[in-house]
């Protein structure tokens, strides 16, 4: 196995990205794109990562989660949540792209498997899967306001009401 050694290299160049001075029109399209897919994919894998440590660790049992949190600076706390969710998720295949709020909330239904594969074949957002999961518990969950739509009698678009057309540019009365 490969040593991993801590760097510091991705955490500058992110921070660079960052400044508001940062000339961006040095990266071709397709590099910003590229990018955009490498700060997608590492969102939400250091709470992955840091779970799967502290399990693989055994800290939790052995009582050297405090060690862990003081040598890398996150709480003991945080660092529980990541092992449980982790625990829970063991051995189930989930999307790469879904977000970490989305698989704690997986994580502490009593069949995260089953959610995992309802949001495969069902392609659900974040949005979705907390809310379904508030439904499945009996929770309440706010019903939002409807929103009235209005078709552009010169060209039939729908829109939310309006005075113009998004579409046309013509008034609607």
């Not at 409807?146 to 998004?166: A, D, G, R």
């Amino acid at each position: 196995m490969a040593m991993i050694v801590k760097s510091d290299f991705s955490v500058t160049v992110f921070r660079e990205l960052i400044k508001p001075d940062f000339d961006w029109s040095k990266f071709t399209k397709q590099q910003l794109l590229d990018l955009a897919a490498e700060a997608v994919f590492i969102r939400d894998i250091p709470q992955r990562v840091l779970g799967k440590i502290v399990n693989a660790l055994g800290t939790e049992e052995h009582g050297a989660i405090d060690a862990i949190s003081k040598e890398i600076g996150v709480s003991r706390n945080t660092l529980r949540i990541y092992a449980y969710v982790e625990r829970k998720l063991e051995g189930i295949e989930v999307p790469e792209d879904i977000n970490w709020w989305s698989l704690r909330a997986i994580a502490a239904t009593d069949d995260p498997k089953a959610w995992a594969q309802r949001v495969i074949d069902e392609g659900l957002s974040a949005a979705e899967v907390k809310r379904l999961i508030k439904i499945d518990r009996g929770e309440e969950v706010p019903v939002k306001h409807k929103i009235k739509l209005v078709t552009c009698p010169s060209c039939s678009f729908s829109q939310e009401q309006h005075l113009t057309c998004e579409n046309c540019h013509k008034e609607i009365e």
